[in-house]
């Protein structure tokens, strides 16, 4: 039995894949913090985007698709969270004032900064990680990432 060249040649370098690596290791990373806190609802999720990127990973034919609705679903969730933390800023300044009337505010300012420097951490990841997305969802759907998804017995 013959095997054209095509399907016995490796797989080249596709970057869609190095993204899609990246979201699996940002979901894996976000479903261990579901897990510790007991966020089920979210932890379900970072399963559904695990299962998949693994399966976009291993250019299984029913990823592509999932994949891409996975990446714009987490385009207006990163949209959306981000817009409730921007809304929630505000609160740092009077969380502030409020410290600065105890007897002893440095740890109370500490914390309140530490708060303050994982947000702004957050929202910087969420930047960076909203054009991801969005071009993943667009090289998803380009025909030679399309061609390079297999049906597999």
Not at 9 to 31: D, E, K, M, Q, T
Not at 37 to 52: C, K, R
Not at 90 to 114: D, H, K
């Given at each position: 039995?013959?095997?054209?060249?095509?399907?016995?040649s490796?797989?080249?370098?596709?970057?869609?894949?190095?993204?899609?690596?990246?979201?699996?290791?940002?979901?894996?990373?976000?479903?261990?913090?579901?897990?510790?806190?007991?966020?089920?609802?979210?932890?379900?999720?970072?399963?559904?985007?695990?299962v998949?990127?693994?399966?976009?990973?291993?250019?299984?034919?029913?990823?592509?698709?999932?994949?891409?609705?996975?990446?714009?679903?987490?385009?207006?969730w990163?949209?959306?969270?981000?817009?409730?933390?921007?809304?929630?800023?505000?609160?740092?300044?009077?969380?502030?004032?409020?410290?600065?009337?105890?007897?002893?505010?440095?740890?109370?300012?500490?914390?309140?900064?530490?708060?303050?420097?994982?947000?702004?951490?957050?929202?910087?990841?969420?930047?960076?990680?909203?054009?991801?997305?969005?071009?993943?969802?667009?090289?998803?759907?380009?025909?030679?990432?399309?061609?390079?998804?297999?049906?597999?017995?």
């Amino acid at each position: 039995m013959a095997v054209s060249a095509k399907a016995a040649s490796p797989p080249r370098f596709a970057a869609w894949r190095v993204a899609a690596w990246i979201v699996l290791l940002l979901a894996a990373f976000g479903g261990v913090q579901y897990l510790r806190h007991g966020d089920w609802p979210y932890l379900v999720g970072s399963l559904v985007v695990i299962v998949a990127c693994a399966g976009g990973i291993l250019r299984q034919a029913w990823a592509r698709q999932t994949l891409r609705a996975v990446a714009l679903l987490l385009v207006l969730w990163v949209l959306a969270s981000s817009g409730l933390m921007l809304a929630q800023w505000g609160q740092f300044a009077a969380a502030r004032a409020r410290a600065m009337g105890q007897p002893q505010p440095e740890l109370v300012l500490l914390v309140i900064e530490q708060a303050r420097r994982s947000y702004l951490l957050g929202l910087v990841l969420k930047a960076l990680l909203l054009p991801l997305l969005l071009w993943l969802a667009w090289q998803l759907g380009r025909p030679t990432v399309r061609a390079q998804f297999l049906a597999r017995p």
